[in-house]
């Protein structure tokens, strides 16, 4: 089975710190991605990678910033964290071969609290 | 218009129930749809995948595509209390290059009760 690990459950911060989320796969595949969780609006993708060091913006990527140094691992950074990014946030992979559009995985979230 | 309509409920049903989850699309060059589930404090699960018109069974579980119409349902047979859990409908277009990024609907939060 595809195991996608979110390295906390839940985190509180405070106002202005850089937070970093990290989210690791082990099932070497070449898309990662990024979303927050809101209610009412659904899944929204802040970013995605699809190889090593590559990276795209995704719907929602202001305030944000990722990092893909290594395959198996993606990292989100909240630069100066503020209190509207209090959300549940998820990592989820897919692979990158043919057949193209295969379904993402997902990890179980971390729940982020800005206070 | 969103891309993606679903039905965000609360849905409630008793046990055994049949249940009817749908979403409708915009983008008739969508191509592939999936199903997942979600309970609370997770993330979300795989449920059923396919990228053509008809249905899709896996126990319980099946899945309907209609292309023409662009609707999408998951029926659930003999529901169970375990089935409690907010369902989520997920489409993507064909391949266009880095990635596969998919489209989800709001979500549909299920209840069985005993």
């Known amino acids: 089975d595809v195991k996608v690990t979110q390295s906390s459950r839940y985190l509180v911060k405070r106002t202005g710190e850089k937070v970093f989320l990290e989210c690791v796969q082990d099932?070497?595949?070449?898309?990662m991605f990024w979303y927050r969780q809101d209610p009412g609006l659904g899944l929204r993708l802040i970013y995605f990678?699809?190889?090593?060091?590559?990276?795209e913006k995704g719907d929602i990527p202001e305030g944000y910033s990722v990092s893909r140094e290594k395959k198996e691992r993606f990292s989100l950074i909240l630069e100066s964290a503020s209190t509207n990014q209090t959300s549940m946030y998820l990592c989820a992979s897919s692979p990158g071969q043919a057949p193209y559009n295969q379904p993402q995985h997902f990890g179980d979230g971390t729940r982020l609290s800005i206070l | 218009q969103k891309e993606v309509e679903q039905d965000p409920g609360p849905l409630s049903v008793p046990e055994g129930a049949i249940v009817s989850l749908n979403c409708t699309y915009s983008n008739s060059a969508f191509q592939y749809f999936m199903w997942y589930r979600q309970y609370s404090r997770k993330g979300p699960e795989l449920l059923m995948y396919t990228y053509s018109s008809g249905n899709k069974e896996d126990g319980r579980f099946t899945a309907q595509v209609d292309k023409s119409s662009k609707y999408i349902s998951l029926f659930i047979r003999d529901s169970q209390p375990s089935d409690s859990a907010t369902y989520l409908c997920?489409?993507?277009?064909?391949?266009?290059?880095?990635?596969?990024?998919?489209?989800f609907g709001t979500g549909t939060q299920l209840k069985v009760e005993l």
């Open positions: 997920a489409i993507t277009p064909p391949h266009e290059g880095g990635g596969n990024k998919l489209t």
């Open positions: 990678s699809y190889d090593v060091k590559m990276k």
């Open positions: 099932m070497d595949h070449e898309n």
